[in-house]
């Protein structure tokens, strides 16, 4: 008897630690209703920055990004580039104001989701590798720190989900989001590029800075791919922790 009691209330205790609840000051809305998500998503924007620990939900203020290899030429010819981020910190999501969100119905794989939003500065800070050949004659090996500033950055993502069971509950299995950009500016510095000339890597910082529209084009398919991991990270840790319906109010609920 006394076994089965500690089997009970290991299975119990289990269960407790895979299905976790939303605090009670995160507003519950009903499935599917935007206004009401778009309110409430930006309530816990404002509200938890540092996120929701019980919920797995990670601090946006200050979010660690993975290693990223932005550009990899084939290191042939007389112009190849290597270009890899590393140790980068993301700041600025506490700032986001979501401005529209679809879908999320009771089952929501039968309709698209999309979450839409708006942040005034983000800001990518860490270190970089660079190797290459410019122009068949200029050799590049440096690494130092980076900053990126992205200004008014607008984003746009689109989720296909699908639903999991477990301990008879709907939990959401995000299985592709697509992000679509927009910025009015990309500031970015590179320190210590060319190391033994330091005004050449102040002339390159500006050559930059002054076509970064061009850069930013170029660049665009590795960029959404690294943002595509940062939204991810943002939604996954949750919707892994907290059931589905637990996220929203039952249907007998009017608040």
Same mark, same amino acid.
């Given at each position: 008897m006394r076994s089965l009691a500690y089997v009970a209330i290991s299975v119990q205790l289990f269960v407790g630690l895979q299905c976790q609840s939303l605090p009670a000051k995160v507003k519950k809305c009903h499935y599917g209703d935007?206004?009401?998500? =778009?309110?409430? &998503?930006? &309530? $816990? $924007?404002?509200?938890?920055?540092?996120? @929701?620990?019980? =919920?797995?939900?990670? /601090?946006?203020? =200050?979010? /660690? =990004?993975?290693?990223?290899? $932005?550009v990899n030429d084939s290191q042939v010819g007389g112009a190849w580039y290597f270009f890899e981020l590393l140790n980068q910190i993301n700041y600025g999501?506490?700032?986001?104001? @979501?401005?529209? @969100?679809?879908?999320?119905?009771?089952?929501?794989?039968?309709t698209r989701i999309e979450i839409h939003g708006k942040i005034p500065r983000l800001v990518y800070k860490g270190d970089y590798l660079a190797k290459g050949r410019m122009l068949w004659f200029v050799d590049i090996n440096s690494h130092g720190t980076s900053e990126s500033d992205f200004l008014n950055f607008r984003f746009d993502l689109t989720l296909k989900v699908r639903i999991e069971y477990r301990n008879n509950k709907r939990y959401l299995k995000i299985y592709e989001l697509v992000p679509n950009i927009r910025l009015d500016r990309w500031i970015m510095w590179l320190d210590n590029f060319f190391p033994d000339n330091e005004d050449l890597t102040i002339a390159i910082n500006n050559l930059f800075n002054r076509n970064w529209v061009e850069f930013w084009n170029e660049l665009e398919p590795g960029i959404l791919s690294l943002f595509e991991t940062v939204f991810l990270s943002l939604f996954e840790d949750l919707f892994e922790k907290v059931p589905y319906d637990d996220l929203f109010l039952a249907d007998e609920d009017s608040k």
């Amino acid at each position: 008897m006394r076994s089965l009691a500690y089997v009970a209330i290991s299975v119990q205790l289990f269960v407790g630690l895979q299905c976790q609840s939303l605090p009670a000051k995160v507003k519950k809305c009903h499935y599917g209703d935007g206004k009401c998500l =778009v309110e409430s &998503a930006n &309530a $816990l $924007l404002r509200n938890f920055p540092k996120g @929701i620990p019980e =919920v797995n939900l990670k /601090p946006f203020n =200050v979010l /660690p =990004v993975r290693d990223w290899l $932005l550009v990899n030429d084939s290191q042939v010819g007389g112009a190849w580039y290597f270009f890899e981020l590393l140790n980068q910190i993301n700041y600025g999501f506490e700032n986001t104001t @979501i401005t529209e @969100i679809r879908g999320f119905d009771k089952d929501p794989t039968a309709t698209r989701i999309e979450i839409h939003g708006k942040i005034p500065r983000l800001v990518y800070k860490g270190d970089y590798l660079a190797k290459g050949r410019m122009l068949w004659f200029v050799d590049i090996n440096s690494h130092g720190t980076s900053e990126s500033d992205f200004l008014n950055f607008r984003f746009d993502l689109t989720l296909k989900v699908r639903i999991e069971y477990r301990n008879n509950k709907r939990y959401l299995k995000i299985y592709e989001l697509v992000p679509n950009i927009r910025l009015d500016r990309w500031i970015m510095w590179l320190d210590n590029f060319f190391p033994d000339n330091e005004d050449l890597t102040i002339a390159i910082n500006n050559l930059f800075n002054r076509n970064w529209v061009e850069f930013w084009n170029e660049l665009e398919p590795g960029i959404l791919s690294l943002f595509e991991t940062v939204f991810l990270s943002l939604f996954e840790d949750l919707f892994e922790k907290v059931p589905y319906d637990d996220l929203f109010l039952a249907d007998e609920d009017s608040k």
